[in-house]
T-cell receptor
Framework: SQQGEEDPQALSIQEGENATMNCSYK?????LQWYRQNSGRGLVHLIL?????REKHSGRLRVTLDTSKKSSSLLITASRAADTASYFC?????????FGKGTLLTVNP | NAGVTQTPKFRVLKTGQSMTLLCAQD?????MYWYRQDPGMGLRLIHY???????AKGEVPDGYNVSRLKKQNFLLGLESAAPSQTSVYFC????????????FGPGTRLLVL
């Protein structure tokens, strides 16, 4: 079963705009991770937020985690065409990850 | 460092044939994982290994076997391929003592006719 459900399934924005993706998960987790997948490629780790953290930043990325609502959000600021990819959240527990179905982000030049 | 590599990149099988997918990592990672990704889906865990000589079942293990004879290699076997096993297979590795980030290979695209 999928751990997370991303929302929206697809998002199209203009370069320079911000992109926000949401993720809801079902079971308890130790951490929540976000990965990016370019078309036809493997997944690349973006950021990890632990269950006792509320917010984390990395460059143009901002992740929040609300364990009471079992939800997380990923904000990409000042988006670029190169950010076009699928983005997956994954709940981490006992060193295993359970992935959501992903959000396809398209950034138009 | 090559990171995580997978062999082959693409393969076509007929129903009932067998094959082995090879995953290799040169990062001395302890844990290794096999996932499958189907269209419109996230990754689902097939099997994983927490160290040389150990393996465990994931979410969708049926029809697959694995072996971890060497720390750097993790093999995924299909004994009798079925069309339902048409998918893209990803291998990953991690070092839990550091954090739970997983490092992924480029994937193997498998088509079973």
């Amino acid at each position: 079963s999928q751990q997370g459900e991303e929302d929206p399934q697809a998002l199209s924005i203009q370069e320079g705009e911000n992109a926000t993706m949401n993720c809801s998960y079902k079971t308890s987790i130790n951490n929540l991770q976000w990965y990016r997948q370019n078309s036809g490629r493997g997944l690349v780790h973006l950021i990890l937020i632990r269950s006792n953290e509320r917010e984390k930043h990395s460059g143009r990325l901002r992740v929040t985690l609300d364990t009471s609502k079992k939800s997380s959000s990923l904000l990409i600021t000042a988006s670029r065409a190169a950010d076009t990819a699928s983005y997956f959240c994954a709940g981490g527990s006992n060193y295993k990850l359970t992935f959501g179905k992903g959000t396809l982000l398209t950034v138009n030049p | 460092n090559a990171g995580v590599t997978q062999t082959p990149k693409f393969r076509v099988l007929k129903t009932g044939q067998s094959m082995t997918l090879l995953c290799a990592q040169d990062m001395n990672h302890e844990y290794m994982y096999w996932y499958r990704q189907d269209p419109g889906m996230g990754l689902r865990l097939i099997h994983y290994s927490v160290g040389e000589g150990t393996t465990a079942k994931g979410e969708v293990p049926d029809g697959y076997n694995v072996s971890r004879l060497k720390k750097q290699n993790f093999l995924l076997g299909l004994e009798s391929a079925a069309p339902s096993q048409t998918s893209v297979y990803f291998c990953a590795s991690s070092v839990p003592a550091v954090d739970e980030t997983q490092y992924f290979g480029p994937g193997t695209r498998l088509l079973v006719l």
